[in-house]
């Protein structure tokens, strides 16, 4: 079956700090991979997405994320984090069917 | 281009009443897809409509069940409330069905039962 892991429930980075969330996917030779973000109350904002191509792509807001095959991972970076990336972000894979999601990351900054 | 539009945004219902939920997907979209987001559960897949037509279905029970109209607009509705219903209720529309359409997230409702 489909499954998205992100191991980190919850993470407290310092404001200005290079910022990592890992992800595990487990569907499929060709994943179709995406990173979500929501803030408290709202809905899901895309920030990137990978379905082929060049292993490291780039997306809003100054995120990045990387695709690695063998370690089955899609990790989320950026290098310095805004008090405004605080929020809970979501790994996500697209099967035939569905998306499927990861439990989230809780991101918090502290000043 | 206005994005997903889901009404209401907030909802309080007792436990064995019914409710209906409405989504407005973006001008052009013909796909609806909707999910629950819960504490405890996390983002599930209900269910997606494309052209009218239910395309895929999550593993919810058939208290939860939805329509889609010729306009692309959806309703999701779930009938005999229980507490564990409780929950914000996304939709995500599309250009169309299928693995390589990306999604587009609407704000949610949130429905409480008491």
């Known amino acids: 079956a489909q499954s998205v892991t992100q191991p980190d429930i919850h993470i407290t980075v310092s404001e200005g700090a290079s910022l990592e969330l890992r992800c595990n996917y487990s569907?499929?030779?060709?994943?179709?991979l995406f990173w979500y973000v929501q803030s408290p109350g709202q809905g899901l904002q895309l920030l990137l997405k990978y379905f082929s191509g060049d292993t490291l792509v780039q997306g809003i807001k100054g995120f990045e994320a990387e695709f690695k095959r063998s370690q089955s991972s899609f990790n989320l970076r950026k290098p310095s984090v805004h008090w405004s990336d605080a929020a809970e972000y979501f790994c996500?894979?697209?099967?035939?069917?569905?998306?499927?999601f990861g439990t989230g990351t809780r991101l918090t900054i502290i000043p | 281009k206005a994005g997903v539009t889901q009404t209401p945004r907030y909802l309080i219902k007792t436990r064995g009443q019914q409710v209906t939920l409405s989504c407005s997907p973006i001008s052009g979209h013909r796909s609806v897809s909707w999910y629950q987001q819960t504490p405890g559960q996390g983002l599930q897949f209900l269910f997606e409509?494309?052209?009218?037509?239910?395309?895929n279905k999550g593993n919810f029970p058939g208290r939860f069940s939805g329509r889609q109209f010729s306009n692309s607009r959806s309703e999701m509705n779930v009938s005999t409330l229980e507490l564990g219903d409780s929950a914000l209720y996304l939709c995500a529309s599309s250009l169309g069905d299928g693995r390589y359409n990306e999604q587009f997230f609407g704000p949610g409702t949130r429905l409480t039962v008491l």
């Open positions: 409509y494309f052209s009218e037509t239910q395309r």
């Open positions: 996500v894979e697209r099967g035939n069917e569905k998306l499927t």
């Open positions: 569907y499929g030779a060709t994943p179709y």
